[in-house]
């Protein structure tokens, strides 16, 4: 009998793959250079490969996502695997070839190419292969992605048109693309016999109509999938709109679009309010004809192992529905929305108020209070940038342990390249998320700490006054093993550092109205030499005997970060110690439960960041439409060497 085990979590700076020493001439032919190192993938041989080589796969050969190290290592996956999937015709993708630079030291021919798969199913596919010379000049591949595009009859994941008179059909395409593809979308119903009422089938049920959920049921039309989100809020979008008045993203615009076209105008915000995110999502339902269910809220599911099917049963709009389903996909955020909040003792004690930001909508009841926020990420500082705006009397934040901080303009620097309106965001989801973890880990370390270096004034501001920065931390560290935890700073830091500085200044030139003195009056303050041991009549004590005043305190310390305790309660016990859990890395680089099998038939995670939600619903849809058409994808598993 073969006992489950979960995939264990590894910390993700063990993580193996370098980056390639080498320093490429710009007279370099590199279109010559990388259309005959692509060639070579049609017969592939270890002699081929950089000492220092990595192949990540995208579902192409492996079924799944894998990312592994080494020519040996790689070699033996890739002859093992091309015997049974026949890769063929790998062709270089003109103009596409480049010289990539990050420093004098780090250098390579970069590619894309295109490629099929001869067995069954037949699939295109697509890649990105990274070249650089040994010690004698010979070009070696270093770097090699390989991803399915599209399954041969499924239609295209990346093309949907939107649903207008007369217009069913999707991708774009003949509708005899997809056999019965405008039925394949309806529901069918299931007859029990003694029964009256029938319950409702889809292919798949999606539960949570969030921005990655969305994904996931366009895809799935797509590719004609019948689908249905489910969603416990009244309208599409509620997730943004019923948050706090003031939440935005923190990341760029043109970086959070939708999957088939853009949602977004330039004329909205480079930092979507979560106002314009809810209605950029009904308009993306709308627009394409998302089947949702709203204030539904789904109680169970169980499955029926005789006849592969689950049984969701949720409350809608009062009354206990059951719909039946053969792929349950989970978009509950990471952890389902669980909130994480410290005990300290003696809150019966404490006569003010005490909620965590999940509750947290508004400071403008609390003018004249005295406000403290436990946290010091994206959440806390919206937080306290909104008491101050509230003229709150004194505006304090507990820091617990060291933060990074990543000022916007150095985020925008990374992301505008890549995402703008001249490029399409499904080829820039491509460069930026099929490439390893550990790949891009590494070149984020040089790029970040050059733009830190250049704007070293704002982070002494911030270490003067009080604040504990990590400045040259590990951006992905903070991502993918502590479920955030770090700062994008739109506006708030200055409030922190140079509130004083500012202070003088309006008072200097009061007759400047753009200089408001009661704006800065209070700035933002910090307490971070100590920590929290409980709660006082008035506020909070701490480890080094100090108090601290509060009328309100907002924990801004983040959710329950794996989505299996959230699963679990859908699923039960029993199916849900089978399941893996959710974030953090494996040996190779790969996230844990993200858009693969986790352990139970047809059950999926998805979520993660924007770029992945929107990027990884693809590969998700066709694992789904494979299964159901009786072609289920087989991971991979074996490792060589």
């Keep these: 009998m073969t006992i489950f085990k979960r995939t264990p979590a590894v910390p993700i700076q063990k993580l193996p793959g370098t980056l390639p020493c080498a320093d490429i001439n710009d007279d370099v032919d590199h279109a010559v250079v990388a259309d005959s190192t692509i060639k070579s993938l049609n017969s592939l041989r270890?002699?081929?490969?950089?000492?220092?080589?990595?192949?990540?796969?995208?579902?192409?050969?492996?079924?799944?996502?894998?990312?592994?190290?080494?020519?040996?290592?790689?070699?033996?996956?890739?002859?093992?695997?091309?015997?049974?999937?026949?890769?063929?015709?790998?062709?270089?993708?003109?103009?596409?070839?480049?010289?990539?630079?990050?420093?004098?030291?780090?250098?390579?021919?970069?590619?894309?190419?295109?490629?099929?798969?001869?067995?069954?199913?037949?699939?295109?596919?697509?890649?990105?292969?990274?070249?650089?010379?040994?010690?004698?000049?010979?070009?070696?591949?270093?770097?090699?992605?390989?991803?399915?595009?599209?399954?041969?009859?499924?239609?295209?994941?990346?093309?949907?048109?939107?649903?207008?008179?007369?217009?069913?059909?999707?991708?774009?395409?003949?509708?005899?693309?997809?056999?019965?593809?405008?039925?394949?979308?309806?529901?069918?119903?299931?007859?029990?016999?003694?029964?009256?009422?029938?319950?409702?089938?889809?292919?798949?049920?999606?539960?949570?109509?969030?921005?990655?959920?969305?994904?996931?049921?366009?895809?799935?039309?797509?590719?004609?999938?019948?689908?249905?989100?489910?969603?416990?809020?009244?309208?599409?979008?509620?997730?943004?709109?019923?948050?706090?008045?003031?939440?935005?993203?923190?990341?760029?615009?043109?970086?959070?679009?939708?999957?088939?076209?853009?949602?977004?105008s330039q004329e909205d915000p480079y930092y979507l309010p979560g106002s314009v995110l809810a209605k950029g999502y009904r308009r993306f339902a709308e627009k394409y004809g998302i089947e949702t269910w709203t204030s539904t809220n789904v109680e169970t599911a169980s499955w029926n192992e005789a006849e592969r099917t689950w049984t969701v049963k949720a409350c809608r709009a009062g009354k206990v529905v059951e719909i039946r389903t053969r792929h349950l996909v989970l978009a509950l955020g990471g952890g389902g929305q669980i909130p994480k909040v410290p005990h300290y003792p003696d809150q019966e004690l404490y006569r003010g108020t005490v909620l965590h930001s999940k509750d947290y909508t508004t400071s403008a009841h609390w003018a004249g209070k005295h406000g403290v926020i436990v946290g010091t990420a994206n959440t806390a500082h919206d937080v306290a940038e909104d008491m101050l705006g509230a003229s709150l009397s004194s505006v304090t934040m507990v820091q617990r342990g060291r933060t990074l901080v990543v000022p916007a303009t150095i985020l925008a620097h990374i992301q505008d390249p890549l995402y703008n309106t001249h490029i399409p965001t499904e080829h820039a989801d491509r460069l930026s998320e099929s490439v390893p973890m550990s790949v891009m880990r590494q070149l984020s370390f040089g790029l970040l700490r050059s733009l830190v270096d250049a704007e070293a004034e704002k982070f002494d501001a911030l270490e003067r006054a009080g604040f504990k920065l990590d400045r040259y931390g590990d951006i992905y560290h903070c991502l993918y093993e502590r479920f955030g935890s770090h700062y994008i700073d739109i506006g708030a830091s200055e409030k922190i550092g140079n509130g004083q500085t500012n202070l003088i200044a309006a008072l200097l030139a009061p007759e400047e109205p753009e200089l408001n003195i009661g704006s800065w009056i209070l700035q933002i303050k910090m307490k971070s030499d100590a920590y929290p041991t409980h709660y006082t009549a008035t506020g909070l004590a701490f480890s080094d005997g100090s108090t601290l005043d509060a009328d309100v305190i907002v924990f801004c310390t983040g959710f329950e970060g794996n989505m299996r305790t959230a699963a679990t309660q859908i699923v039960g016990e029993e199916i849900g110690d089978k399941l893996e859990d959710w974030w953090q890395v494996d040996t190779e680089g790969e996230l844990r439960g993200a858009w693969k099998p986790i352990g139970h038939p047809g059950i999926w995670y998805t979520g993660g960041t924007i770029g992945q939600a929107r990027y990884y619903s693809r590969f998700l849809a066709m694992q789904i439409k494979a299964d159901l058409e009786g072609l289920a994808m087989v991971p991979y598993t074996t490792t060589h060497g």
């Design 46 to 264: 270890a002699s081929h490969l950089a000492d220092e080589s990595i192949w990540r796969d995208l579902y192409t050969l492996t079924g799944t996502l894998r990312t592994m190290y080494g020519p040996e290592t790689i070699v033996g996956a890739w002859t093992e695997l091309s015997d049974h999937h026949r890769p063929r015709n790998f062709t270089l993708v003109q103009g596409s070839s480049r010289i990539a630079r990050y420093g004098p030291a780090v250098s390579w021919i970069q590619a894309m190419f295109s490629f099929e798969i001869g067995g069954r199913p037949q699939s295109l596919c697509s890649g990105i292969i990274g070249i650089v010379p040994d010690l004698d000049g010979n070009w070696k591949t270093w770097l090699l992605c390989t991803i399915l595009e599209q399954i041969d009859g499924f239609g295209d994941p990346d093309v949907l048109e939107p649903c207008t008179a007369g217009s069913m059909f999707a991708n774009g395409l003949n509708k005899d693309s997809i056999p019965n593809y405008a039925a394949s979308l309806e529901p069918r119903m299931i007859d029990h016999g003694e029964k009256q009422n029938k319950d409702p089938y889809f292919d798949c049920v999606v539960i949570g109509a969030g921005m990655a959920g969305l994904c996931v049921a366009g895809r799935l039309k797509a590719l004609g999938v019948s689908c249905t989100t489910i969603d416990r809020n009244d309208h599409v979008g509620d997730n943004w709109a019923l948050r706090y008045a003031s939440v935005k993203l923190h990341t760029t615009r043109d970086s959070a679009e939708m999957p088939f076209a853009r949602i977004w």
